[in-house]
Structure formats: C-alpha cells, structure tokens
C-alpha cells in the first residue's frame, strides 16, 4: 500500500541522515586533489557514518566495536591521502571518537580516543624538512580528548535518565496492574456481597415449602396402597428431588452465610492429606502426588474450612484431567507467607473464562451450579490470602493459593542493629 511504503521510507530516513548527506557531499565537492584515493575512502566514511544505525547488529557491543574500529581505519586511510599529518581531514576522526562515547562508559570512551589519536599521530613519522608540522598538533589531540569526554557525559546523562524513566515506566505498570487486580477484587466483592444477600433470602424462603413438600412426599408415599406402583415411584421421586433441592439450598446458605474463620495453630500437610482422601474416597482410581515442603511448621489458619478449599480445588483438578491423568499437590514456604499448588494436566480453561471462574453462578460443567470456586475464592480472601490460576488449553492447569504465615514472618531471623 502507498502509505505502507511511505511510511517504511520515513522511518530509514530520518533527518539526522539528510545533514550526514549535506555534509559529505560538501566535503566531497571541495576535496583538495579530486583523485580516487580521496574520494573512495571519504565516500566509504559517509556510508558507514548513515548505515550504522540501520543495522539491526549495532546493537550487540561486538558490532559497535566494529563500527567504530573501520571509521578509524577509514579516517586513518583519508587523513594518509589527504596530506597525512597537516591534512584538513582530520575532524574526521571525531566520528569514531563520539560514537565511542555515546556506546561506552568513561574508560571505553578514552579507550578508543587513545586509538584514534594514536592513529593520527602515525604521521608523524612521515615528517620531513620538506614537509613538517605545519598546524597546531596539541590542539587538534585536545579537541578530540575533550569532545570525547563531553559526548561521554551527555550520553551518561541521557543513559541514567532513560533507565529512570524505564523504572518510572515499570513501577506505572505494576501500579496498574495492582489497580486493575485491586478493582476486579473490589467488583467481585460487590456481586458476591449482593448475590449473598439475594441467596440467603432466597434459601431461607425456599427452606419452608420444601419442608412441607418433603412431609407431604413421605405421607403420601406411606398412605398409598401398595398396588399403586406409579404413585408410590412418583412419590419417591418427589423426595430424592427434594433433597437434591435441599442440598442445593445448604450450598446457597453457605456461600451467602457470614464466615467466622477459627484461627488456630494446624498443620497445613494434615488438613491438605485430609482432603485428598475424601477425594480419593470419592473419586476411585485418582492418581494424586505429594510434594510438600518439610520446613512447613504448623501456622494460624482455620483447618475445617481450608479443607473445603483443597477438597474442592483437588476435585476439580481430577475431574478436568483425563483418565489415568496425575494431580500433583506442591506446597512452598515464602518469607511470610505459605504457597500451595493443585497442578493438573487436563483440557485447561478458555482464556475467555479465566476472568469468571471465581464469580458465584458461573460453571462450564453441564451438573454445575458455579458456587464451588466463588466459595473457594471466599474463604480464601478471608484468610487473607490469595488465589491464582495458570492455565493453558490442552495442557492443564495450576492453582496457586497464598496464605499468610504469621508465624514464619514473626521467627525470620533480624539484622543485627
């Protein structure tokens, strides 16, 4: 496309470039002898002075070198043809003493000016009476000297200002993303919040008729003759469904019901083995690996609710891996606080679901009534802690749950004063 190709052009030519060109087409319009030793290395020192930049290999320090190394060659060569020591060529070798500087630090940048002087002063043993030093030597090696440290400076500047500006940029973006998580956190507080209050009335409506269903179901079931198969079945399952119902209402109750957490002293190896043998009871055949960290000592946490947490989180685990498939649970000592990982190698989660998970009501399972994960999130979040899914389609999923360990921050050992 035109726009396309114009914007391609702009971005290799900069104006810095069109001045490069200005400058060494006036030089190579006033060149002193016209000859081809002139005009071939001066024309070379044009190329490379535009092309550098170009080159996506200058950015590695070898390349620079390199550049800077065949200007100073070049120099040398032009200043060789163009009168040696007394040749009005010699601003030249500011070329390699500049870019130096604006590459490396002060001992690089004098590193190289040395060489570059050192080059210029090889002249000076094709002094002769006939012809001699006819220029102000000492000045022409003071200005490449103090052009050299000046450009140092300037670029370290520029350097130390661009690295702040870079950390300015990181802390922004971490403070953002801490802002979104902190929103996010606050917005499912708020539909959990409200959704609590509208479950707990709800349940406690719902609790009453099928109370009186449930009664009237065993009544009936009781009073029918025995002939009467179909209404005896019917009323059977007129009470199974009642207390599937029932069963669900338990679930909304606990979810809307305020959480009173027991913080005592336990052992987070018991309550996670705990856990995974009511799942290995429930789920015959599950292949489920230990992996705790010894150095985990017993800290405050509420043992019968933090079950409920691995319970469900190792469930899930194992019903979203695929048949055979492990389930690893890993466990990590911080310096304040107590990771612990539910790692499978199941379908993984739909990257357009990893933001819903934790909402009450949302479920991909066709059974599901999407409370387990919001309560999971709940208890969680009480504790103080933290939550966090991994997950990559077709490869499986980790869940990451942090809880405040007290009792590791309050035995870290102090510096000494």
Same mark, same amino acid.
């Given at each position: 496309?035109?726009?396309?190709?114009?914007?391609?052009? #702009?971005?290799?030519?900069?104006?810095?470039?069109?001045?490069?060109?200005?400058?060494?087409?006036?030089?190579?319009?006033?060149?002193?002898?016209? /000859?081809?030793?002139?005009?071939?290395?001066?024309?070379?020192?044009?190329?490379?002075?535009?092309?550098?930049?170009?080159?996506?290999?200058?950015?590695?320090?070898?390349?620079?070198?390199?550049? &800077?190394?065949?200007?100073?060659?070049?120099?040398?060569?032009? &200043?060789?043809?163009?009168?040696?020591?007394?040749?009005?060529?010699?601003?030249?070798?500011?070329?390699?003493?500049?870019?130096?500087?604006?590459?490396?630090?002060?001992?690089?940048?004098?590193?190289?000016?040395?060489?570059?002087?050192?080059?210029?002063?090889?002249?000076?043993?094709?002094?002769?009476?006939?012809?001699?030093?006819?220029?102000?030597?000492?000045?022409?090696?003071?200005?490449?000297?103090?052009?050299?440290?000046?450009?140092?400076?300037?670029?370290?500047?520029?350097?130390?200002?661009?690295?702040?500006?870079?950390?300015?940029?990181?802390?922004?973006?971490?403070?953002?993303?801490?802002?979104?998580?902190?929103?996010?956190?606050?917005?499912?507080?708020?539909?959990?919040?409200?959704?609590?209050?509208?479950?707990?009335?709800?349940?406690?409506?719902?609790?009453?008729?099928?109370?009186? &269903?449930?009664?009237?179901?065993?009544?009936?079931?009781?009073?029918?003759?025995?002939?009467?198969?179909?209404?005896?079945?019917?009323?059977?399952?007129?009470?199974?469904?009642?207390?599937?119902?029932?069963?669900?209402?338990?679930?909304?109750?606990?979810?809307?019901?305020?959480?009173?957490?027991?913080? /005592?002293?336990?052992?987070?190896?018991?309550?996670?083995?705990?856990?995974?043998?009511?799942?290995?009871?429930?789920?015959?055949?599950?292949? &489920?690996?230990?992996?705790?960290?010894?150095?985990?000592?017993?800290?405050?946490?509420?043992?019968?609710?933090?079950?409920?947490?691995?319970?469900?989180?190792?469930?899930?685990?194992?019903?979203?891996?695929?048949?055979?498939?492990?389930?690893?649970?890993?466990?990590?000592?911080?310096?304040?606080?107590?990771?612990?990982?539910?790692?499978?190698?199941?379908?993984?989660?739909?990257? #357009?679901?990893?933001?819903?998970?934790?909402?009450?009501?949302?479920?991909?399972?066709?059974?599901?009534?999407?409370?387990?994960?919001?309560?999971?999130?709940?208890?969680?979040?009480?504790?103080?802690?933290?939550?966090?899914?991994?997950?990559?389609?077709?490869?499986?999923?980790?869940?990451?749950?942090?809880?405040?360990?007290?009792?590791?921050?309050?035995?870290?050992?102090?510096?000494?004063?």
């Amino acid at each position: 496309m035109p726009g396309t190709a114009s914007n391609r052009w #702009a971005s290799l030519i900069r104006p810095h470039d069109l001045l490069w060109v200005a400058v060494f087409a006036a030089a190579l319009a006033t060149t002193e002898y016209g /000859d081809a030793f002139e005009i071939v290395p001066l024309a070379a020192l044009g190329v490379a002075q535009i092309l550098e930049p170009k080159i996506p290999t200058t950015q590695t320090k070898r390349s620079r070198v390199f550049w &800077i190394v065949l200007k100073i060659v070049l120099s040398f060569v032009l &200043i060789g043809f163009g009168g040696g020591i007394n040749s009005r060529y010699w601003p030249a070798l500011l070329l390699p003493v500049v870019s130096a500087a604006t590459t490396f630090g002060f001992l690089g940048t004098m590193t190289f000016t040395v060489l570059t002087c050192g080059a210029y002063l090889i002249y000076l043993a094709f002094v002769t009476t006939a012809k001699p030093v006819t220029v102000d030597l000492e000045l022409r090696v003071l200005c490449l000297v103090v052009t050299g440290n000046l450009a140092n400076t300037l670029a370290q500047e520029l350097r130390e200002q661009s690295e702040r500006q870079r950390r300015t940029a990181e802390q922004l973006a971490e403070a953002n993303e801490r802002l979104q998580e902190a929103e996010k956190a606050a917005r499912r507080a708020d539909r959990l919040a409200a959704l609590g209050q509208l479950s707990a009335g709800l349940a406690h409506e719902l609790r009453n008729p099928l109370g009186t &269903i449930k009664a009237s179901a065993e009544l009936l079931q009781r009073n029918v003759s025995s002939e009467n198969e179909v209404a005896r079945e019917m009323a059977g399952f007129i009470g199974s469904e009642v207390d599937r119902t029932n069963s669900l209402v338990t679930r909304f109750l606990q979810f809307a019901r305020p959480l009173q957490l027991r913080r /005592d002293k336990a052992d987070l190896t018991q309550t996670l083995d705990r856990a995974i043998a009511q799942v290995e009871r429930e789920a015959k055949g599950a292949a &489920i690996y230990k992996n705790y960290e010894p150095e985990i000592a017993p800290f405050p946490f509420d043992a019968e609710l933090m079950e409920r947490v691995f319970y469900n989180l190792i469930l899930n685990a194992v019903q979203a891996s695929p048949p055979g498939g492990a389930v690893s649970v890993k466990t990590r000592q911080g310096d304040d606080c107590v990771e612990i990982s539910v790692i499978d190698r199941g379908s993984g989660i739909d990257p #357009a679901n990893r933001d819903s998970i934790f909402n009450p009501f949302f479920t991909t399972k066709p059974e599901g009534v999407g409370l387990g994960l919001a309560i999971v999130f709940k208890i969680v979040d009480e504790h103080g802690g933290k939550i966090t899914v991994e997950s990559e389609p077709g490869k499986g999923s980790i869940f990451h749950v942090v809880l405040p360990n007290t009792a590791a921050a309050s035995s870290a050992p102090t510096g000494s004063a």
